[in-house]
């Protein structure tokens, strides 16, 4: 059965940064792909990043570009989300998604398979 795990959030202040991680498990097909998306209070989940972990393509949503930075650790089967200069706006629950997904469409949460069950960022001002 797939799984996938988040861990990393936590409390920092504006300006700080934090690292979060994807670890999946019980995938019998090893060329999913993997999206960051966030959620905060009374607003829809946006999308965040993604990451294709077979040929390493990445693409980012324009709040976070340069900021932001997704990698992966195939032989791990963990996918990490660098987040560097953080901002209050970008307080929310961080979830990563599994799919098998078409690069045009990484943006969209109907896209993607499997779901971990979050974790909380806070960034104080």
């Known amino acids: 059965e797939e799984h996938l795990v988040e861990s990393g959030g936590g409390l920092v202040q504006a300006g700080g940064s934090l690292s979060l991680s994807c670890k999946a498990s019980?995938?019998?097909?090893?060329?999913?792909?993997i999206g960051w998306f966030r959620q905060a209070p009374g607003k829809e989940r946006e999308a965040v990043s993604w990451?294709?972990?077979?040929?390493?393509?990445?693409d980012y949503a324009d709040s976070v570009k340069g900021r932001f930075t997704i990698s992966s650790d195939n032989a791990q089967q963990t996918v990490y989300l660098r987040m560097n200069s953080l901002k209050p706006e970008d307080t929310a629950v961080y979830y990563c998604?599994?799919?098998?997904?078409?690069?045009?469409?990484?943006?969209?949460?109907?896209?993607?398979?499997?779901w971990g069950q979050g974790t909380q960022v806070t960034v104080s001002s």
């Open positions: 990451i294709n972990r077979s040929d390493r393509s990445t």
């Open positions: 998604a599994a799919g098998w997904i078409y690069a045009s469409k990484w943006h969209l949460r109907e896209e993607y398979d499997f």
């Open positions: 019980g995938f019998t097909s090893d060329d999913y792909d």
